[in-house]
């Protein structure tokens, strides 16, 4: 496949909108990097995506709005959240902020966490992509993983143009770095990824910023800074069977309390991690999951079941 070059306008958006609805992916502009897009609340779109990024891990990614409302029905902002977003929406600022009970993006896309990142983009191109299509959009930088983010259209080509299905051609990005991503669930709004929007201008709005890489004594990343999703269950991997009480969260053709894929389809399997993990949290105190291959997704699925099985306090 090779991605078809659109140059925006009312039916080219529109054609991009309908490839998104029926879980294609689709490179779009915003003011600070092309992102490559996804439907947010599709399990097997955001599989997809990461297939495409080949991302060795499965970060959660920012959901898009067109609107503050459209953001409200996702996340419950506090009115510090809030006094953000109407100062800096539209524009290069992400809010991490607790998922609203009714929220539509899946749980692949937030990686098992009940928080989500929201960001409202300034760009007229994503703006119209996201009000044709009429709800969030994921979209991590159109990038390979690992490789810088693109600025042009051209990069995105030349980088995943044969792994995607059109890219939304707008220029060169004029700010050229990541939003800025402030996590405001706590009491005091914290600083988790600087970028394009300085924290001055947020710490005018908002009082000063925790700076969780500076204030925790351990050094740290901004990889770790983030919370990964925990099952309260004690997992046990690659496990041919269970025993006693155990849930199966099975892989390929067999018995299982829950198949991640009967057809061994690592990227069915992706779609299915996190909600069946959700599921047999509910409803066991010890998961069994099958051995995964780790080849493709499979790296990045064990990759998350090995920091769910760790992860305990
Ligand atoms: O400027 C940008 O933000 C670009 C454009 C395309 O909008 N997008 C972007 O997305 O940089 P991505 O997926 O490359 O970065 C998402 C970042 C990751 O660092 C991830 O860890 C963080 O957002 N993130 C997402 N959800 C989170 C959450 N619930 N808690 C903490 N961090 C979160
Ligand atoms: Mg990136």
Not at 289 to 308: F, H, M
Request: net charge negative; with cysteine.
């Amino acid at each position: 496949m090779t991605a078809r070059l659109l140059s925006p306008s009312a039916d080219t958006i529109a054609l991009a909108a309908d490839t998104l609805k029926r879980g294609g992916l689709v490179a779009m502009p915003t003011e600070t990097v092309y992102g490559l897009a996804a439907d947010a609340s599709s399990d097997q779109a955001v599989a997809s995506l990461y297939d495409a990024k080949g991302r060795p891990r499965f970060n959660p990614l920012i959901a898009h709005v067109a609107s503050l409302e459209a953001a409200t029905k996702q996340a419950i902002l506090s009115d510090t959240a809030r006094r953000l977003a109407e100062a800096f929406w539209p524009g290069p600022l992400t809010l991490v902020l607790p998922v609203a009970k009714h929220g539509t993006v899946c749980d692949l896309a937030r990686a098992g966490l009940d928080t989500i990142a929201i960001r409202m983009p300034a760009h007229p191109v994503a703006r119209d992509l996201l009000r044709a299509f009429g709800g969030p959009l994921v979209a991590p930088s159109a990038n390979p993983s690992g490789r810088v983010s693109p600025t042009t259209a051209a990069h995105v080509m030349a980088d995943i143009g044969d792994r995607i299905d059109a890219v939304l051609d707008g220029g060169s990005c004029a700010l050229g770095l990541e939003s800025t991503i402030i996590d405001c669930t706590g009491d005091t709004p914290a600083l988790l990824r600087s970028g394009a929007l300085a924290v001055d201008d947020i710490e005018a709005v908002c009082g000063l910023l925790r700076r969780p890489e500076a204030d925790e004594t351990a050094p740290t990343s901004p990889g770790q800074l983030l919370r990964h999703y925990a099952p309260k269950a004690a997992l046990r991997l690659n496990a041919a069977a269970p025993v006693e009480d155990e849930a199966y969260l099975g892989f390929g053709p067999g018995e299982g309390t829950l198949n991640l894929s009967e057809d061994a389809d690592l990227h069915e399997a992706a779609a299915n991690l996190f909600a069946m993990l959700r599921r047999l949290d509910a409803t066991h105190e010890r998961i069994a999951v099958a051995r995964i291959p780790s080849s493709g997704l499979g790296e990045a699925i064990n990759d998350r079941l090995q920091r769910a099985a760790r992860v305990r306090d």
